[in-house]
Nanobody, 120 residues
Framework: QVQLVESGGGLVQPGGSLRLSCAAS????????MGWYRQAPGKQREFVAR???????NYADSVKGRFTISRDNVKNTVALQMNSLMPEDTADYYC??????????????WGQGTQVTVSS
C-alpha cells in the first residue's frame, strides 16, 4: 500500500519562508510526477507546483518566483520551498503523486495535508 506523508506546515509571518516535505512509502516501482496542491477555507483545491521524474517543473502563476519544488528520486520525496509568503498563501497543502506500484499501472495518491497559515 502506498502512502504519502507531508510535514513542515505551520504559522509564519508575511514575507517569511516555510519548507514542506512529502515522503512516499510502500510498494513503489516508479513515480512519474509529484506535486503540491492547496485548498484555502471556502475554496476549491488548486494546483501549486509539480515536478516530473526527469525534473521538469510547472508552477501556478500565483507562486512563480516565490516557490521552488524539488524531488529526490532515490528517497521518493518531494519538497516545496516557499519564500515571500503572503496571507493569500494560507491553506491546507496536499502532496500528490502518480505512482506505479510494482507490476501495476499508475495510480494517483494524496497525502493527508499540512496546514500553512501566513499571518502577522
Amino acid at each position: 500500500q502506498v502512502q504519502l506523508v507531508e510535514s513542515g506546515g505551520g504559522l509564519v509571518q508575511p514575507g517569511g519562508s516555510l519548507r514542506l516535505s512529502c515522503a512516499a512509502s510502500g510498494t513503489i516501482a516508479s513515480i512519474y510526477v509529484m506535486g503540491w496542491y492547496r485548498q484555502a477555507p471556502g475554496k476549491q483545491r488548486e494546483f501549486v507546483a509539480r515536478i516530473t521524474w526527469d525534473g521538469t517543473t510547472n508552477y501556478a502563476d500565483s507562486v512563480k518566483g516565490r516557490f521552488t519544488i524539488s524531488r529526490d528520486n532515490v528517497k521518493n520525496t518531494v519538497a516545496l520551498q516557499m519564500n515571500s509568503l503572503m496571507p493569500e498563501d494560507t491553506a491546507d497543502y496536499y502532496c500528490s503523486a502518480r505512482i506505479r506500484p510494482d507490476g501495476l499501472g499508475y495510480n494517483s495518491y494524496w497525502g493527508q495535508g499540512t496546514q500553512v497559515t501566513v499571518s502577522s
